[in-house]
């Protein structure tokens, strides 16, 4: 197959594009480097069934050209990590909804099956765990700028929905807090990636609030397995998936687990929320999927339990991380 991968050079999207280079598919991937890195493709550089563009997905022009010869189109270019909406928002809601529009515009336009990544955020602080794909959502006030991104990912999903009633083939896959291997030092979209920095340096973990709110820390064989069976399965058409572990970790626990795993003699440190987001920042509590859909219409069920993906991820760091 012919798979365009938008987004393909960022910490999920070349996992992806890995699997997909090894089940024997051409594969495009256009990303414009802004939490993606060559370094993540770099090893495909030169490889026949391997085409990079540095380009953004506003380019419609560029995306124009090549999507009319793809079979398959996986779009997780996105402005990404709550930490990186804060900082500009502007930014992340035009990616995130211009972006995805001119997408999935010409995705329609080709009639091209179309897998969409979005997020567990879409729930934002709904308190009835687990979630369930046709759940609720409860979010914040609009002067509350995470609630953007929650906002931006569910009119994707709205355009997605849209295309869908008009006989699209098209998948929406939901992440929960995907970690491994190739998560941005900078600890933009992750608490994993923060915590095995600051252990592997011997800095001071730092807890945000009371360390008691919690994750999903799903890892990233498991996140790519879901997506691509997203992409294939007959019964996803139409349809969203959360894709996500069910194990719920608090934040301290993750911390505890990261410090004792790296073998760290940091100090776990609980931190005021605002000393890193800002004044008036909001926090989902509990974030846990309902993994039933995923499992009866997909045959999805993560694998790798949080030790065992934290210690590879850890190995991963230690060759990689500035230290
Ligand atoms: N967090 C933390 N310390 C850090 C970074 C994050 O305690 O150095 C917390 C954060 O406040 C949130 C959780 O970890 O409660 C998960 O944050 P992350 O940015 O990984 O993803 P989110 O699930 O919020 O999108």
Redesign the pocket.
Known sequence: MRVLVTGGAGYIGSHLVDALIKRGDEVLVIDNLSTGRIENVRHLLGHPAFHFINDSILNEPLLERFIPSMDLVFHLAAAV???NILHDPLAAINTNVRGTEVVLGLAFKYWKRLVLASS??IYGKASHVPFREDDDRVLGSTGVARWSYSMSKAIDEHFAFAYAAKGLPISIVRYF?SYGPRLDER?Y????A??IR?ALRGDPI????D?K?T?CFTYIEDTVAGTLLAGEAKEAVGEVFNIGSTSETS?LGL?ETIKRLARSKSPVRF?P?EA??GEGFE??RR?VPSADKAKRRLGFTPRVDLEAGLKKTIVWCREHFAR
């Open positions: 990590g709550v930490r567990s955020e807090n600890g979209g992750s608490v994993v923060n915590f600051q730092t807890v945000h609030g360390g709110q994750r934040i911390a931190d929320y890193y987001y926090d989902t974030r």
